[in-house]
């Protein structure tokens, strides 16, 4: 597995992460728990370095699995999590719960989520959504604050908007931004990929496989069981996921000439736009992981990668990505 750095502090990690957040929430019933765990072991071992979690994952649970998943190899790996959340105390998970990114919940999280993931110190520590009642210095400050203990290392932002990236950074240097990424979300071309470039912040896409539909295995047919969250959002009712069919059409066409497989293509074209770049696919099966990893290898031109987004950007994609109320948190 090749590296890359995120930010220019020094943060190395394989050049495709792992997200963690289905491995027991989100996506209706939750797999085996110890096969969850070893399918985390198998990508590390496999050379896989990054794993993103987050507290409200669960809520508390994810990061608990995976902090019992990488103990052993503590020290060897990177895990990145997020606060930003005012999570329940009974742990139900509530996709409705409220933004809270003061100074003094901050702290607390991070002390929290320092006894789940089982480590000394957090890798990466996100903003999971930008908080519009508490000033992103504040927050900034925050995590200096944790930085300065020694209980974490490195800042990042999930799904925030230009300035609130230079504000922060003026402030603490962000190493990565967190956003979704992919061949039919392509919203951080607009200004945020810019601006990182410019200040030397990398980028972790989020979703890159469009939570399963960049794999190609899903259609107009395709049934979400009880607590699967991809249910209740616009891109993946059946009339959407019949009208997207047009662009696993255009991908089918050019993974097979590159004798890839249509998530290989999603997830190399990202790779291919920048080396400061670094996906975050999920899944909950081996044979899935061994095929996103089978990426790194699939070698894309400059021209293939204008093409690819040439053609992609041709098909009208049906669906908002997010509900209003859910999307108004992005891009803030």
Request: charged share 20%.
């Amino acid at each position: 597995m090749i590296k890359r750095q995120l930010g220019s502090g020094g943060l190395e990690v394989s050049a495709l992460g792992f997200g963690c957040m289905g491995l027991n929430t989100s996506y209706g019933t939750a797999p085996d728990r110890q096969a969850m765990i070893q399918l985390v072991r198998s990508a590390v071992e496999r050379g896989v370095t990054f794993f993103d979690t987050a507290e409200v994952y669960g809520p508390f649970t994810n990061e608990a699995l995976v902090g019992e998943a990488l103990e052993p190899f503590r020290g060897q790996v990177v895990i990145a999590t997020k606060f930003g959340f005012s999570v329940d105390s009974s742990g139900k998970e509530d996709r409705g719960a409220a933004l809270d990114s003061r100074p003094q919940h901050i702290k607390e999280v991070a002390e929290a989520s320092l006894k789940r993931l089982r480590v000394d110190v957090i890798d990466l520590l996100y903003q999971h959504r930008v908080d519009p009642n508490v000033p992103i210095e504040d927050v900034a400050g925050a995590v200096k604050d944790l930085v300065q203990a020694g209980k974490v290392r490195h800042f990042g932002l999930s799904e925030p908007g230009v300035q609130t990236i230079r504000r922060a950074h003026a402030v603490l240097p962000v190493t990565a931004v967190q956003s979704e990424y992919s061949l039919w979300t392509r919203i951080p071309e607009q200004g945020v990929l810019p601006v990182l470039e410019e200040l030397g912040i990398g980028f972790v896409p989020f979703s890159p496989l469009g939570r399963g539909f960049l794999t190609g295995a899903m259609g107009a047919d395709t049934k979400f069981g009880s607590g699967d969250f991809r249910s209740s959002l616009p891109r993946y009712t059946p009339e959407a996921l019949a009208a997207n069919q047009a662009l696993i059409d255009v991908l089918g066409r050019i993974a097979k000439a590159k004798s890839a497989t249509i998530a290989q293509i999603a997830l190399a074209w990202l790779l291919a736009r920048k080396p400061w770049i670094v996906p975050i696919p999920g899944t909950t099966k081996l044979h899935r992981l061994e095929e996103n990893l089978g990426a790194v290898d699939v070698r894309l031109t400059a021209a293939d990668v204008s093409d690819i987004a040439d053609a992609a950007g041709k098909v009208q994609i049906e669906g908002a990505r997010y509900p209003a109320a859910m999307e108004e948190m992005a891009g803030r």
